[in-house]
């Protein structure tokens, strides 16, 4: 069973417009949240995470929404560029000794010019 | 630091032989981590070490697979006998704490005929 999904295995945006990328966890002792991007031929790099003590963190054109109560997260990519475009993996952890991340299957974005 | 090194970047092997990848994590790293990334299942831990001693390898698939890591700087996941259902992209991850960013290498694309 997943723990982490990512619904959408497919994303186009226009450049300059906003791309959201959602992804919905079931474990609710999943308390440390991250956002990973891949490119073809790399391996993933980490792009931005989220404590379960908060429900938005920023940084640069990339924020990611926790809502713990919908077990839902989302990153915001404002304003999106064609660089932008890879696949986008959602990772959690419970934290602790049992911290391994859980990895969603991603969702590629496509941010056409 | 150069990253997460891995090699071959590429193997292509057939069926019943010995399949050895290699890793080298990043200096300072405590945490190294082995994932097999497949169409179907997504990103998959198969095992991680700490200081170099095995910590979880509940997500290695069966006994065909075994991985090592005889000191700081160096990891081998060996694949004996290889099938073809084995064929999939190995990442190695290096982190300095469990639960948080984990750094990956560029992946290695087995392909088993």
């Known amino acids: 069973d997943q723990q982490v999904k990512q619904n959408s295995p497919s994303l186009s945006v226009q450049e300059g417009r906003i791309s959201i990328l959602n992804c919905d966890y079931t474990?609710?002792?999943?308390?440390?949240f991250l956002w990973y991007k891949k490119y073809p031929a790399e391996g993933p790099t980490f792009l931005i995470s989220?404590?379960?003590?908060?429900d938005k963190n920023e940084d640069g054109r990339f924020t990611v929404f926790l809502n713990k109560s919908a077990k839902h997260l989302s990153l915001h990519i404002v304003p999106s560029q064609p660089g932008d475009s890879a696949v986008y993996f959602c990772?959690?952890?419970?934290?602790?000794?049992?911290?391994?991340?859980?990895f969603g299957k991603g969702t590629k974005l496509s941010v056409k010019p | 630091d150069a990253g997460v090194i891995q090699s071959p970047r590429h193997e292509v092997t057939e069926m019943g032989q010995e399949v050895t990848l290699r890793c080298k994590p990043i200096?300072?790293?405590?945490?190294l981590f082995w994932y097999r990334q497949t169409m179907m299942r997504g990103l998959e831990l198969l095992i991680y070490?700490?200081?170099?001693?095995?910590?979880?390898d509940s997500g290695m698939p069966e006994d065909r697979f075994s991985a090592k890591m005889p000191n700081a700087s160096f990891s081998t996941l060996k694949i004996q006998p290889s099938e073809p259902r084995d064929s999939a992209v190995y990442f190695c991850?290096?982190?300095?704490?469990?639960?948080?960013?984990?750094?990956f290498g560029p992946g290695t694309r087995l392909t088993v005929t």
């Open positions: 991850a290096s982190s300095l704490s469990l639960v948080y960013e984990q750094y």
């Open positions: 474990n609710s002792m999943f308390d440390y």
């Open positions: 989220i404590s379960s003590i908060k």
């Open positions: 990772a959690a952890s419970e934290g602790g000794s049992q911290g391994n991340l859980i």
């Open positions: 200096s300072g790293h405590d945490y």
């Open positions: 070490f700490n200081n170099n001693v095995p910590i979880d």
